[in-house]
Protein backbone atom coordinates (compact mmCIF):
# COMPACT_ATOMS: atom_id res chain seq x y z
CA UNK A 1 0.00 0.00 0.00
CA UNK A 2 1.41 3.52 -1.34
CA UNK A 3 1.77 5.97 1.73
CA UNK A 4 0.01 9.09 0.80
CA UNK A 5 2.89 12.32 2.04
CA UNK A 6 0.64 14.60 3.44
CA UNK A 7 1.95 17.74 6.39
CA UNK A 8 1.32 16.12 9.04
CA UNK A 9 3.56 12.89 8.08
CA UNK A 10 6.33 15.23 7.11
CA UNK A 11 5.94 16.42 10.65
CA UNK A 12 5.90 13.14 12.42
CA UNK A 13 9.13 12.23 10.15
CA UNK A 14 10.99 15.40 12.04
CA UNK A 15 9.89 14.44 15.20
CA UNK A 16 10.39 10.90 14.88
CA UNK A 17 14.40 12.03 13.54
CA UNK A 18 14.71 14.49 16.53
CA UNK A 19 13.73 11.57 19.09
CA UNK A 20 16.31 9.00 17.97
CA UNK A 21 18.73 11.67 17.91
CA UNK A 22 18.13 12.52 21.05
CA UNK A 23 18.21 8.76 22.23
CA UNK A 24 21.83 8.47 20.31
CA UNK A 25 22.98 11.00 22.05
CA UNK A 26 21.85 9.99 25.30
CA UNK A 27 24.18 6.87 25.06
CA UNK A 28 27.22 9.19 24.01
CA UNK A 29 26.05 11.74 26.84
CA UNK A 30 25.56 15.16 26.45
CA UNK A 31 27.35 17.94 29.05
CA UNK A 32 25.55 19.01 31.85
CA UNK A 33 25.05 21.71 33.62
CA UNK A 34 24.23 21.95 37.39
CA UNK A 35 21.04 20.85 38.05
CA UNK A 36 21.80 17.03 36.21
CA UNK A 37 25.10 16.78 37.60
CA UNK A 38 23.24 17.19 40.89
CA UNK A 39 20.77 14.13 39.89
CA UNK A 40 24.17 12.02 39.78
CA UNK A 41 25.31 13.12 42.55
CA UNK A 42 28.76 13.09 41.32
CA UNK A 43 31.19 15.84 39.89
CA UNK A 44 33.59 14.04 37.48
CA UNK A 45 37.25 16.03 37.61
CA UNK A 46 39.16 15.80 34.24
CA UNK A 47 42.56 16.13 35.52
CA UNK A 48 46.37 15.00 34.38
CA UNK A 49 49.19 13.73 36.25
CA UNK A 50 50.87 17.27 36.53
CA UNK A 51 53.23 19.38 38.39
CA UNK A 52 51.53 19.73 41.76
CA UNK A 53 47.93 20.11 40.50
CA UNK A 54 47.29 16.63 40.20
CA UNK A 55 49.80 14.46 41.93
CA UNK A 56 49.72 10.15 42.20
CA UNK A 57 50.71 9.25 45.44
CA UNK A 58 51.48 6.00 47.41
CA UNK A 59 47.69 6.32 48.42
CA UNK A 60 45.94 7.57 45.37
CA UNK A 61 45.62 11.44 44.22
CA UNK A 62 46.43 14.58 45.60
CA UNK A 63 47.68 17.78 44.69
CA UNK A 64 46.31 21.16 44.58
CA UNK A 65 43.43 20.95 41.88
CA UNK A 66 42.73 17.61 43.75
CA UNK A 67 41.81 19.38 46.81
CA UNK A 68 40.22 22.14 45.48
CA UNK A 69 37.70 19.43 43.07
CA UNK A 70 37.02 17.87 46.35
CA UNK A 71 35.56 20.89 48.52
CA UNK A 72 33.70 21.69 45.49
CA UNK A 73 32.27 18.56 45.04
CA UNK A 74 31.83 18.80 49.09
CA UNK A 75 30.47 22.34 48.85
CA UNK A 76 27.62 21.26 45.83
CA UNK A 77 26.87 18.19 48.13
CA UNK A 78 28.61 15.60 45.62
CA UNK A 79 30.67 12.75 45.26
CA UNK A 80 34.36 13.25 43.95
CA UNK A 81 35.60 11.70 41.19
CA UNK A 82 39.31 12.03 39.68
CA UNK A 83 38.63 11.01 35.79
CA UNK A 84 42.41 10.40 34.62
CA UNK A 85 42.91 11.84 31.05
CA UNK A 86 45.59 12.65 28.94
CA UNK A 87 46.35 16.14 26.48
CA UNK A 88 45.40 14.31 23.23
CA UNK A 89 41.89 13.90 24.77
CA UNK A 90 41.29 16.39 27.65
CA UNK A 91 39.19 19.07 25.67
CA UNK A 92 37.23 15.93 23.87
CA UNK A 93 36.75 14.21 26.99
CA UNK A 94 34.74 17.67 28.24
CA UNK A 95 32.71 18.54 25.42
CA UNK A 96 32.65 14.78 23.65
CA UNK A 97 33.72 17.01 20.34
CA UNK A 98 36.72 15.66 18.34
CA UNK A 99 39.74 17.65 18.95
CA UNK A 100 43.61 17.37 17.41
CA UNK A 101 45.70 19.27 19.59
CA UNK A 102 48.18 20.08 17.00
CA UNK A 103 46.09 21.98 14.75
CA UNK A 104 44.00 22.83 17.24
CA UNK A 105 40.68 22.25 14.87
CA UNK A 106 37.97 20.64 16.81
CA UNK A 107 34.34 18.84 15.44
CA UNK A 108 31.48 21.33 16.29
CA UNK A 109 29.13 18.32 16.87
CA UNK A 110 29.42 15.83 19.44
CA UNK A 111 30.59 12.12 18.41
CA UNK A 112 32.32 11.03 21.44
CA UNK A 113 31.64 10.16 25.01
CA UNK A 114 31.64 13.03 27.69
CA UNK A 115 33.73 11.42 30.94
CA UNK A 116 34.03 14.87 32.78
CA UNK A 117 32.18 17.58 33.94
CA UNK A 118 34.98 20.17 34.51
CA UNK A 119 39.28 20.24 33.83
CA UNK A 120 41.09 21.60 36.97
CA UNK A 121 44.66 20.64 35.66
CA UNK A 122 46.96 24.19 36.10
CA UNK A 123 45.67 24.45 33.03
CA UNK A 124 46.86 27.91 31.07
CA UNK A 125 44.87 30.35 30.29
CA UNK A 126 44.81 30.60 26.45
CA UNK A 127 42.85 32.28 23.17
CA UNK A 128 42.47 28.78 21.35
CA UNK A 129 41.45 27.41 23.98
CA UNK A 130 38.94 29.96 25.14
CA UNK A 131 37.30 29.43 21.57
CA UNK A 132 36.49 25.61 23.24
CA UNK A 133 36.11 26.17 26.59
CA UNK A 134 34.65 28.68 29.57
CA UNK A 135 36.93 29.76 32.09
CA UNK A 136 36.85 30.61 35.76
CA UNK A 137 38.45 33.50 37.06
CA UNK A 138 42.21 33.56 36.95
CA UNK A 139 43.48 31.02 39.91
CA UNK A 140 47.18 30.88 39.39
CA UNK A 141 49.88 32.44 38.13
CA UNK A 142 52.02 31.48 35.18
CA UNK A 143 54.28 32.10 32.54
CA UNK A 144 56.81 30.11 30.24
CA UNK A 145 60.59 30.24 30.85
CA UNK A 146 63.15 28.62 29.20
CA UNK A 147 65.53 25.71 30.83
CA UNK A 148 68.98 24.35 30.15
CA UNK A 149 71.15 21.81 32.03
CA UNK A 150 73.41 23.61 35.20
CA UNK A 151 76.38 22.69 33.02
CA UNK A 152 75.29 24.10 29.99
CA UNK A 153 77.13 26.77 28.67
CA UNK A 154 73.60 29.51 28.17
CA UNK A 155 74.38 31.92 31.12
CA UNK A 156 70.56 33.49 32.80
CA UNK A 157 69.87 36.60 31.51
CA UNK A 158 70.53 39.84 33.88
CA UNK A 159 66.44 41.14 33.91
CA UNK A 160 66.52 44.65 32.55
CA UNK A 161 63.08 45.44 34.16
CA UNK A 162 61.63 45.22 31.13
CA UNK A 163 59.80 41.76 30.39
CA UNK A 164 59.56 42.55 26.47
CA UNK A 165 63.37 43.43 26.04
CA UNK A 166 64.01 39.85 28.36
CA UNK A 167 61.98 37.85 26.13
CA UNK A 168 63.80 39.26 23.46
CA UNK A 169 67.22 38.19 24.84
CA UNK A 170 66.42 34.80 25.62
CA UNK A 171 64.63 33.76 21.96
CA UNK A 172 68.18 35.57 20.57
CA UNK A 173 69.73 32.65 22.75
CA UNK A 174 68.32 29.92 20.44
CA UNK A 175 69.32 30.41 17.70
CA UNK A 176 70.98 27.39 15.93
CA UNK A 177 70.34 25.57 19.88
CA UNK A 178 67.49 22.96 20.12
CA UNK A 179 64.76 23.82 22.02
CA UNK A 180 62.07 21.16 23.37
CA UNK A 181 58.46 21.64 23.49
CA UNK A 182 55.24 20.31 23.65
CA UNK A 183 52.35 20.26 20.79
CA UNK A 184 49.09 21.03 22.39
CA UNK A 185 50.50 22.57 25.36
CA UNK A 186 51.26 25.69 26.59
CA UNK A 187 54.67 24.95 25.89
CA UNK A 188 54.07 24.85 21.59
CA UNK A 189 56.93 26.43 19.87
CA UNK A 190 53.74 27.92 17.74
CA UNK A 191 52.63 30.32 20.52
CA UNK A 192 55.64 32.03 20.88
CA UNK A 193 57.22 32.77 17.72
CA UNK A 194 60.41 30.69 18.22
CA UNK A 195 60.82 30.19 14.48
CA UNK A 196 61.32 33.79 13.46
CA UNK A 197 65.01 32.87 15.90
CA UNK A 198 65.94 30.18 14.40
CA UNK A 199 66.49 27.58 16.76
CA UNK A 200 66.09 23.29 16.15
CA UNK A 201 62.67 22.87 17.52
CA UNK A 202 62.20 19.66 18.84
CA UNK A 203 58.66 17.85 19.59
CA UNK A 204 59.10 15.69 23.02
CA UNK A 205 57.40 12.32 22.28
CA UNK A 206 59.04 9.91 24.75
CA UNK A 207 56.06 10.60 27.04
CA UNK A 208 52.99 12.82 27.00
CA UNK A 209 53.78 14.17 30.10
CA UNK A 210 55.25 17.70 30.49
CA UNK A 211 56.89 16.32 34.03
CA UNK A 212 59.41 14.52 31.98
CA UNK A 213 60.66 17.13 30.02
CA UNK A 214 63.07 18.46 32.63
CA UNK A 215 64.72 15.06 33.20
CA UNK A 216 64.47 15.07 29.20
CA UNK A 217 67.39 17.77 29.03
CA UNK A 218 69.30 16.63 31.61
CA UNK A 219 69.67 13.13 29.86
CA UNK A 220 70.74 15.32 26.72
CA UNK A 221 67.76 14.74 25.01
CA UNK A 222 67.78 18.70 24.06
CA UNK A 223 69.90 21.83 24.72
CA UNK A 224 66.85 23.52 26.41
CA UNK A 225 63.37 23.01 26.82
CA UNK A 226 60.23 25.26 27.45
CA UNK A 227 58.74 24.63 30.79
CA UNK A 228 55.65 26.87 32.71
CA UNK A 229 56.23 28.43 35.83
CA UNK A 230 54.95 26.13 38.20
CA UNK A 231 56.37 22.94 36.61
CA UNK A 232 59.74 24.77 36.56
CA UNK A 233 59.47 25.24 40.38
CA UNK A 234 59.09 21.65 40.85
CA UNK A 235 61.79 20.38 39.02
CA UNK A 236 63.86 23.03 40.42
CA UNK A 237 62.97 21.22 43.86
CA UNK A 238 62.95 17.67 42.17
CA UNK A 239 66.70 18.07 40.67
CA UNK A 240 68.57 20.91 42.87
CA UNK A 241 71.56 21.42 40.80
CA UNK A 242 70.85 19.91 37.73
CA UNK A 243 69.06 22.67 35.51
CA UNK A 244 68.40 26.30 35.26
CA UNK A 245 66.44 28.93 34.50
CA UNK A 246 67.60 31.05 31.31
CA UNK A 247 64.86 33.51 31.36
CA UNK A 248 61.26 34.35 30.11
CA UNK A 249 59.56 32.89 26.71
CA UNK A 250 56.16 34.29 27.53
CA UNK A 251 54.91 37.79 28.60
CA UNK A 252 53.01 36.68 32.54
CA UNK A 253 50.13 34.36 32.28
CA UNK A 254 47.14 32.79 34.49
CA UNK A 255 45.67 29.38 35.14
CA UNK A 256 41.66 28.48 35.56
CA UNK A 257 39.38 25.98 36.05
CA UNK A 258 37.74 24.94 32.22
CA UNK A 259 34.32 24.35 31.58
CA UNK A 260 32.12 23.71 28.94
CA UNK A 261 30.10 26.46 27.52
CA UNK A 262 26.90 24.77 28.01
CA UNK A 263 27.52 24.73 31.65
CA UNK A 264 27.14 28.50 32.70
CA UNK A 265 25.12 27.31 36.04
CA UNK A 266 28.37 25.28 36.58
CA UNK A 267 30.65 28.11 36.61
CA UNK A 268 28.60 30.20 38.38
CA UNK A 269 28.96 28.08 41.22
CA UNK A 270 32.37 27.38 40.81
CA UNK A 271 33.68 31.16 40.52
CA UNK A 272 31.63 32.03 43.78
CA UNK A 273 33.05 28.75 45.78
CA UNK A 274 36.37 29.92 44.96
CA UNK A 275 35.59 33.69 46.20
CA UNK A 276 34.68 32.12 49.41
CA UNK A 277 38.10 30.12 49.37
CA UNK A 278 40.03 33.03 48.25
CA UNK A 279 38.62 35.56 50.85
CA UNK A 280 38.89 32.92 53.59
CA UNK A 281 42.50 31.84 53.27
CA UNK A 282 41.63 28.16 52.69
CA UNK A 283 43.27 28.36 49.25
CA UNK A 284 46.02 30.55 50.22
CA UNK A 285 46.57 27.43 52.76
CA UNK A 286 46.49 24.39 50.46
CA UNK A 287 48.71 26.87 47.53
CA UNK A 288 51.61 27.09 50.41
CA UNK A 289 51.24 23.39 50.74
CA UNK A 290 52.08 22.71 47.08
CA UNK A 291 53.80 25.55 45.97
CA UNK A 292 55.25 27.33 48.95
CA UNK A 293 58.15 29.13 46.45
CA UNK A 294 55.52 30.40 44.31
CA UNK A 295 54.94 33.48 46.94
CA UNK A 296 58.88 34.37 46.22
CA UNK A 297 57.55 35.14 42.32
CA UNK A 298 54.01 36.00 42.49
CA UNK A 299 53.17 37.24 45.98
CA UNK A 300 51.03 40.73 43.94
CA UNK A 301 49.14 37.74 42.60
CA UNK A 302 47.93 36.56 45.71
CA UNK A 303 47.40 39.66 47.70
CA UNK A 304 44.50 41.22 45.05
CA UNK A 305 41.09 40.72 46.60
Known sequence: MRVKYTKFNGVLMIVITIIIICISAAGIGFANDL????NTGILRHLGITYAHFVRKTDNGYDGLDVEVMKLFAKHLGLRYKLVNTTFETLFTDLTGR???????????????????????????ILPWRKKIVAYSRPTFPTGVWLIAPANSRLKPIIPSGDIHLDIKKVKF?????????????????KLYGLEKFHPEIKYFSQTNTINDMAPAIIHGIAETTLLDIPDAMVALQTWPGEIKIIGPISEPQVMGVAFPKSSPLLLKAFNEFFTQIWQNGTYRTLVEKYYPSVFLYFEDFFDKD
Open 35 to 38: PEIK
Open 98 to 124: RFDPKTQDYELVQTEKIKGDIIANGLT
Open 173 to 189: LLEGRTVLTLEGTCLSA
